[in-house]
């Protein structure tokens, strides 16, 4: 158990809609990263949050948004879902998100987008 | 462009035989670079890294991996698998700078014969 923690698990979904993914961090860490993999791409960095601001984006579409709340924990909203946003979408913390860290990763969410 | 290349998409070996994963990265800078792996169905669990020091690292369940710099190499090794170490392999390089983000290689696929 890495200490961080992904809702839902699984999502089964329909085209054109919006969700809602959440993540809490390790306690203590101020960082969050979101990763998506699917078949096609691997595994991708999204985006990094770090103490409720953007630290770096990755390959994120514009129909996806992340924030990271005062309490630390993170959101990434994927709306206008097409079928190839079905991925495991992986959400990490680090401790600052500096160099020599490293990134302990949720369970992940299973988004299917029918 | 920083990137991570594991030649081997699929790897099949006899229980108690001898193990080497490869992975090779370009990075201009000193590497910071992460071996995680994931069981079917679950998250990335890591395990080891290397930052900086002693280039043969020891990992959690057995695992150690040497860093060569110049072959620009991060090969992961066991002595002898167990079944229990089926699952997908990850190599991964964290980019440093304003974010800490990982660069993946492909996976390689573990199969672990009787």
């Known amino acids: 158990d890495s200490g961080v923690t992904q809702t839902p698990k699984h999502l089964i979904t329909a085209t054109g809609q919006r969700v809602t993914l959440r993540c809490s961090p390790r306690s203590g860490d101020l960082s969050v990263y979101w990763y998506q993999q699917s078949l096609d791409q691997g595994l991708q960095f999204l985006i990094h949050?770090?103490?409720?601001?953007?630290?770096a984006k990755g390959n994120i579409l514009e129909r996806f948004s992340a924030q990271q709340f005062p309490d630390l924990h993170s959101e990434l909203n994927l709306s206008s879902l097409e079928l190839g946003d079905s991925a495991l979408y992986f959400c990490?913390?680090?401790?600052?998100?500096?160099?020599?860290?490293?990134?302990?990763f949720g369970p992940g969410t299973r988004l299917l987008v029918l | 462009a920083q990137s991570v290349t594991q030649p081997d998409i699929h790897i099949t070996v006899s229980e108690g035989a001898s193990l080497e994963l490869r992975c090779n990265y370009s990075?201009?800078?000193?590497?910071?670079l992460f071996w995680y792996v994931q069981s079917p169905g679950q998250g990335l669990q890591l395990l080891l890294k290397?930052?900086?020091?002693?280039?043969l690292v020891q990992g959690i369940k057995g695992f150690e991996a040497e860093f060569k710099r110049s072959q620009s190499s991060f090969n992961l090794r066991k002595p002898s698998v167990h079944w229990s170490d089926a699952a997908e392999y990850f190599c991964a390089v964290a980019f440093g700078g304003a974010t800490n983000k990982l660069i993946f290689g492909t996976g390689t696929l573990l199969a672990v014969q009787p």
């Open positions: 990490a913390s680090s401790a600052r998100g500096a160099q020599r860290e490293t990134q302990y």
């Open positions: 290397y930052f900086s020091g002693d280039t």
């Open positions: 949050y770090y103490n409720g601001e953007e630290r």
């Open positions: 990075y201009g800078a000193t590497p910071y």
